[in-house]
């Protein structure tokens, strides 16, 4: 629970950077809005009981309903929006048993009619800066264009009402081999053999600004309309990204094509190493157990894509789909993070226990023979600590034992210790104790501060702490050595 | 959107600085958790289609879908949970254009054993850090305890079948005169009309400690058992909340009983003078007309009460009735926050525009003849900003007129300018410009700083603006006086 937080405030922070505003769309749509909008797997999609009323559908994604809503708001014609939010699907619907899958999925759009892959260039640097402050680590961005790709099929000799299901099988091969794709497209899709072997000429490439280079030499490709087009696009892209110092993160990857009909424009997907998906035909399978668990690695969301942690793309006619007039008709880019498995990759790679919580202080009290248990004053020194912002916790217990007051800060990996008797408290000190620090350390036995000037002791001491500790430190427990309490 | 963010951030960050941690328990729960625990508002609880699997309902609050969780998970025997999410009910269930209703609620609670009191009094201080912080102005906590209120019945000759509905009768003496209240008791629910008068000698009184010494002298009462107990909790609560400095905020109301069924000990309710119902019988129109715009004042959510902004109390059997065994028996105590309430009263004091998003910089540039539109130049100073976690953005327009960036940043009262030209430029430096100073003002024109110690000179003056607003200067546009772009 604490992790997830985490994620959800350092990718909102970032939505934020970018001048983002949330925009919160129901949970229900019309059953009507849903329909004919996600192919065969529209049988995930659950229903609301009809009770009298309109009949309604739970969200099966954010773009849809987003789409909508700017449709339904044509005097909205340009917005930066995230949606950190539930989707919901049927799980397993084929069997009696269906339960409901409900995961967070975590979107960030910009709408409105700009100059071309500003838009397009500014998502993609959020994405690095989204990645990066979670510290993931080594990541690539694939990314190609949906004009490119239908240029190439067209040049290629694709038939027109093949090309959906050519792009389909070519999209397979961040996971199979070209010979198994290549299969898929000549015996199960009835493609020509010389018109496959020409795709495959090109669709195995991938690199950087050098393979763009090089296509713009291919006089037959450039040739192509709509091939052209893409790539000029792309060219521009890569010249922002560049200032945005995005293109070390990049492979154009002419293979990727993305199952949704929508996009229109570029498009792209992130891998990490750690989110690699297994080779060989257990890739096929696309559904794991499913745990009632609810931190559960929940990663098969199929709409961002096996082994990847983000994907996206521009879709500039969904809005359309829903609008009544030409003003509600606002082209769109966008990127949908996999929270879940994000989840999964950061938890996989904490090494130490999680902090069950973020309290930054236990205050506690000690006393000899006929110890009140100065619960009063513990109360008292977390109001002083609460009102400087600074998180704080007492043991809700009269006469608490010190052993117990340590282990309580110990159970949640509480950093700092304000610790006092009647003495300390007579000469309006009380002393600071930094958890976990090994034997023989000058502070283990904790520094006397004034009551006074705790509050900005304790702040000194955070500071210091938060300057060495990303992600997973922030997270995880302090290493105890042995710690005891001094009874 | 941004004030309902602000206030959730707001909030969070509060019930953090007390230790808690999120759960996110699901939005369906199976229909059978929820029959039977919301009395005749059963009705109101929408329904999922039955495609197979469990039969299951959308959740109607957050406590009870709570208390289910900790009762799956005996394990978890105390924590301190917030959870932001929304409910849903069915709206106008008797007519035949039925429609969902969502709304967010926002609730925190302490479940433990501990000793009495304590978490108790910690609840109300984070109510009152909460009000504060979102600068609710004047408010009241209204607290009664229903032991108090049992003992109080049952010493008055109230047979004990009709308690809870003689209980929820006094309840409307927030909104009704006593004269409706005492009629509703003798005439509707045939109470004994000298029952009822001796009722009325005590649920009239309210006031602090004075009242509790004044109800620990009376000798029938303090006989009394339940009437005992309740009022050595509320004396033991006194003392914590002086010390944690809520008492000025609290009034001791004989007369509150709060409609929910489960609560065991001490009950709140907190209403502010803005909260403050209208009198006479409009009072009874619990429902007004529902809107489509999710930034419509949804205050009608039944379950926190009319005219209130929280409340909450003292459960400790709730999470029993789930339970299979005796350690799933959890007592807890709680709170829950109207925020769409909350959300109206603040809107409705602010003065200003509000603002589009949170940007602090808009990054842009002009030239004469021949100008370039400096696109990449400010695409870099951006890429600095944002490295430096500073809100920032520039207009996605190749050749944009200075004057229409400046209406960008107006648009979405972004409180600083970045500008400059080529000029600027080779010389390392840009201009610095606040927003909507008046004309005179010596920096009306900009500051020229270098480039290099632009993300200090920012920061800066963000501190500065920081450090002289509140909550709503936050959210609210500066004042533009007739401020003019440069052409």
Redesign the interface.
């Given at each position: 629970?604490?992790i997830?937080?985490k994620i959800f405030s350092t990718i909102t922070?970032v939505f934020?950077?970018?001048?983002?505003?949330?925009?919160?769309t129901?949970?229900?749509e019309l059953r009507e809005v849903l329909t004919g909008k996600y192919g065969e797997d529209s049988k995930l999609i659950?229903?609301?009981?009809?009770?009298?009323?309109?009949i309604?559908s739970?969200r099966y994604d954010l773009t849809v309903p987003f789409a909508r809503w700017l449709a339904m708001n044509p005097s909205i014609q340009s917005i930066?929006r995230y949606h950190i939010a539930?989707v919901?699907r049927?799980d397993q619907?084929a069997?009696?048993?269906?339960?409901?899958r409900?995961f967070y999925q975590c979107d960030f759009d910009i709408a409105?009619t700009?100059?071309p892959m500003?838009?397009d260039?500014e998502i993609l640097?959020i994405t690095t800066?989204i990645l990066d402050s979670l510290n993931m680590g080594s990541y690539t961005i694939k990314i190609n264009h949906r004009k490119i790709l239908d240029g190439l099929f067209q040049v290629c000799g694709v038939p027109t009402d093949k090309i959906r299901s050519i792009s389909s099988a070519v999209d397979k091969l961040d996971k199979a081999t070209w010979e198994d794709v290549r299969k898929e497209m000549t015996e199960e899709k009835g493609l020509d053999p010389e018109v496959a072997d020409k795709i495959g000429e090109y669709v195995l490439k991938k690199g950087g600004r050098e393979l763009l280079d090089e296509l713009l030499k291919d006089e037959t490709l450039t040739s192509n309309e709509s091939f052209a087009s893409g790539l000029k696009d792309m060219g521009l892209l890569f010249?922002?990204l560049e200032?945005?110092?995005v293109m070390p993160k990049l492979s154009f990857d002419l293979s990727l094509a993305r199952g949704l009909d929508y996009y229109t424009g570029i498009i792209y997907e992130v891998v990490t190493e750690a989110s690699a998906p297994p080779a060989g035909k257990d890739a096929k399978l696309r559904r794991a157990p499913k745990s009632d668990d609810?931190d559960a690695d929940r990663s098969n969301d199929d709409s961002i894509g096996i082994g990847s942690i983000a994907a996206g793309g521009r879709y500039d006619e969904l809005v359309g789909m829903f609008a009544n007039s030409a003003k509600g008709r606002v082209p769109c880019v966008g990127i949908s993070f996999g929270v879940d498995r994000i989840f999964s990759i950061i938890k996989a790679r904490m090494t130490g226990e999680i902090r069950?919580?973020?309290?930054e202080v236990y205050v506690m009290a000690f006393g000899g023979k006929g110890f009140t248990g100065l619960l009063?004053e513990r109360?008292?020194i977390c109001?002083i600590l609460?009102d400087a912002?600074?998180?704080?916790?007492f043991m809700?217990?009269?006469k608490p034992k010190l052993s117990q007051q340590f282990t309580g800060a110990e159970k949640?990996g509480v950093p700092f210790a304000v610790v006092f008797g009647e003495d300390e408290l007579k000469e309006g000190k009380v002393k600071i104790k930094e958890m976990g620090l090994p034997e023989g350390h000058p502070e283990k036995n904790g520094v006397d501060v004034r009551i006074d000037s705790l509050v900005v002791e304790i702040r000194k001491r955070l500071a210091q702490e938060a300057g060495t500790s990303g992600i997973e430190g922030e997270l995880e427990m302090v290493a105890l050595e042995g710690e005891k309490a001094p009874e």
């Open positions: 629970m604490v997830r937080d922070d934020k950077r970018h001048g983002a505003v949330t925009i919160d129901p949970v229900f659950y229903d609301l009981a009809d009770q009298g009323g309109e309604c739970l930066k539930k919901y049927r619907p069997m009696t048993k269906g339960r409901m409900e409105g700009y100059d500003l838009p260039a640097r800066e010249d922002y200032v945005l110092r609810p069950g919580n973020e309290v009063k109360m008292e109001r609460w912002d600074i998180k704080a916790e809700y217990k009269n949640n």
